[in-house]
């Protein structure tokens, strides 16, 4: 069995988010060192938080990155199988890189935190990101360029996100769907992250990955820049950093999972977007996501039998 584990974006956090990991003692440190981070336990906050603080851009990349950091401790409280890969898609590579062992989980979410309130600096009060769904890339960039937007993840099925300001992205997805796109709406995102928008996030960011001790991935990890291997870290850094405000590819990540043999796949949530691209884009590979389960239990039963 090839593993690959995807770690997911924010915008799907929720009241449940860690539900699938009560009374799952693997997950406790990393639930801990969240609390440092958020200023109060996860699960907590998920239960508790006004809507639009679940939803803000530094408290959900952090409660994604925990969520992922958390089920992958609990999935594996040893380690991962030797071939097991990890890729995250926006946000969620910081989980990856702290998945492979590149950091510890405390600085993980450390990082994420200093990326988020970078990415919250040099955006706009008003920004947001948008899909649209059932146009080809070229219409999806005239239109983006018409509307002020940009083009912020590459999906596979001629799925794209995009970001700019709240006005823009809800014009965007008007003139998309009048242009006969399948589906096209604003999603929960408040930020406009990979586009230019957040060129000024790029700098800080940068610093604060290279001020923090960083090691040999102990898991295979994918970056999203160029869809390559990390073997260096220090290699990948500035590309990591560049990321904030670059387009990302994550057809291309799905692609390279596929042309290295990956046979089982799961998403660490919250959600299963990924999931479904990749059972669209491997359909050899067994795909689920851990919110498919009621119970970690329920997951390491499924990796077994694989």
């Not at 809800?170 to 992250?193: D, T």
């Amino acid at each position: 069995m090839t593993l690959a584990l995807l770690c997911s974006g924010q915008g799907r956090q929720d009241r449940t988010t860690f539900d699938v990991l009560a009374e799952v003692p693997a997950a406790g440190a990393v639930l801990t060192a969240a609390t440092v981070v958020l200023g109060v336990h996860p699960v907590e906050f998920c239960r508790t938080a006004p809507d639009a603080a679940l939803h803000a851009n530094r408290e959900g990349q952090i409660l994604c990155v925990t969520r992922a950091l958390a089920t992958a401790a609990a999935l594996f409280p040893e380690r991962a199988p030797a071939e097991t890969i990890v890729a995250g898609y926006s946000v969620g590579e910081m989980a990856a890189w702290g998945v492979a062992g590149v950091w510890s989980a405390a600085d993980t979410l450390a990082l994420v935190d200093q990326r988020a309130r970078a990415m919250d600096a040099a955006g706009g009060p008003d920004d947001q990101l948008a899909y649209v769904r059932g146009l080809p890339r070229a219409v999806v960039e005239d239109l983006a360029r018409r509307f002020d937007c940009a083009i912020a993840i590459v999906n596979p099925d001629q799925l794209f996100v995009v970001g700019g300001t709240r006005p823009a992205t809800e014009a965007f997805c008007a003139a998309a769907l009048a242009q006969g796109a399948a589906r096209a709406a604003p999603m929960a995102v408040r930020v406009a992250s990979h586009t230019p928008r957040l060129a000024g996030a790029v700098a800080p960011f940068a610093a604060a990955l290279e001020a923090t001790p960083a090691a040999r991935p102990a898991l295979g990890l994918m970056t999203a820049s160029g869809a390559r291997r990390v073997i260096t870290p220090g290699q990948a850094l500035a590309g990591l950093a560049a990321q904030v405000a670059e387009t990302i590819v994550w057809a291309d990540v799905l692609d390279a999972l596929g042309e290295r043999g990956v046979t089982t796949v799961v998403e660490l949530g919250p959600g299963r977007a990924l999931a479904d691209m990749a059972a669209a884009v491997l359909p050899n590979a067994d795909v689920r996501a851990v919110d498919d389960f009621r119970t970690i239990g329920g997951v390491r039963a499924w990796l077994a039998a694989r």
